[in-house]
């Protein structure tokens, strides 16, 4: 049985505080967030080698990154549908800004960071509401973006 305790472990970050500021256009808490990645697409490439054989070589491809869905509880609060209504109108080059996820511990400091850039609304969902229901209203915002890195 061991006797010492390893005190280099470090436990995982617990995912469910999080903030999201995306410049002048929307900041505040979100209940879940999705899509902090990016792939790569693979080309495959067949060729015949110099037995004869014929070889599938994966080639890297096109950097692509996923949207982020965010989802809230629904507030008084119109910044993601004023942002979003930017690009309805047409106007999706100044709709376009760059932001951040943050992940916070349960001190509150800043633990991780997401920075995207050149983002705009792809989408945003209103809650679906009925009668004879306690849940609490969620809306939900999709963000098409150019670029994303964990900088922390």
């Given at each position: 049985?061991?006797?010492?305790?390893?005190?280099?472990?470090?436990?995982?970050?617990?995912?469910?505080?999080?903030?999201?500021?995306?410049?002048?256009?929307?900041?505040?808490?979100?209940?879940?967030?999705?899509?902090?990645?990016?792939?790569?697409?693979?080309?495959?490439?067949?060729?015949?080698?110099?037995k004869g054989v014929e070889v599938v070589m994966k080639i890297p491809g096109?950097?692509?990154?996923?949207?982020?869905?965010?989802?809230?509880?629904?507030?008084?609060?119109?910044?993601?549908?004023?942002?979003?209504?930017?690009?309805?109108?047409?106007?999706?080059?100044?709709?376009?800004?760059?932001?951040?996820?943050?992940?916070?511990?349960?001190?509150?400091?800043?633990?991780?960071?997401?920075?995207?850039?050149?983002?705009?609304?792809?989408?945003?969902?209103?809650?679906?509401?009925?009668?004879?229901?306690?849940?609490?209203?969620?809306?939900?915002?999709?963000?098409?973006?150019?670029?994303?890195?964990?900088?922390?």
């Amino acid at each position: 049985m061991p006797t010492s305790i390893d005190s280099a472990r470090e436990d995982p970050l617990v995912g469910f505080h999080f903030g999201v500021e995306i410049q002048g256009k929307v900041s505040g808490y979100f209940t879940e967030c999705s899509g902090l990645g990016s792939e790569q697409e693979v080309i495959e490439h067949k060729v015949v080698n110099e037995k004869g054989v014929e070889v599938v070589m994966k080639i890297p491809g096109r950097l692509k990154w996923e949207n982020i869905t965010l989802k809230r509880g629904i507030t008084s609060s119109m910044d993601i549908w004023t942002w979003r209504k930017e690009v309805e109108d047409g106007s999706v080059g100044s709709a376009r800004a760059d932001g951040s996820i943050v992940m916070y511990d349960q001190t509150l400091k800043e633990i991780a960071r997401w920075n995207f850039q050149r983002g705009w609304p792809v989408k945003v969902t209103g809650p679906s509401v009925k009668a004879d229901s306690n849940e609490i209203g969620i809306e939900e915002l999709t963000i098409a973006h150019e670029y994303i890195v964990r900088v922390n």
